[in-house]
Nanobody
Framework: QVQLAESGGGLVQEGGSLRLSCAAS????????MGWFRQAPGKEREFVAV????????YYADSVKGRFTISRDDAKNTVFLQMNSLKPEDTAVYYC????????????????WGQGTQVTVSS
């Protein structure tokens, strides 16, 4: 079992930055691939980024590539999403998720989810 809790969301102006954190409780955090997803009002949940359980592989949605960076600190059981050059279209609730020994881009493959944190980018 893994419990996830996101933090770091807020209101930021276009072009600004935010750093999201996802703290995990439970055992064996290091064997979980960790993903970030987002969902805007009226839209489906979409993939943002994922990092493998070893931290050696990362993948990003085209819409955030070059602006967002995912990383993990297994000693602190935490995964981060550094978001730079934010745009109004990045406004959404951001969720972190965990998948055991996988690093999928499909939300159906994740077994554990946080409650989400709101990110709002004003123009």
């Amino acid at each position: 079992q893994v419990q996830l809790a996101e933090s770091g969301g807020g209101l930021v102006q276009e072009g600004g930055s935010l750093r999201l954190s996802c703290a995990a409780s439970g055992r064996s955090f290091s064997i979980y691939g960790m993903g970030w997803f987002r969902q805007a009002p009226g839209k489906e949940r979409e993939f943002v980024a994922v990092i493998s359980w070893s931290g050696g592989r990362t993948y990003y949605a085209d819409s955030v590539k070059g602006r967002f960076t995912i990383s993990r600190d297994d000693a602190k059981n935490t995964v981060f999403l550094q978001m730079n050059s934010l745009k109004p279209e990045d406004t959404a609730v951001y969720y972190c998720a965990a998948a055991k020994l996988r690093a999928p881009q499909s939300y159906e493959e994740y077994g554990y989810w946080g409650q989400g944190t709101q990110v709002t980018v004003s123009s």
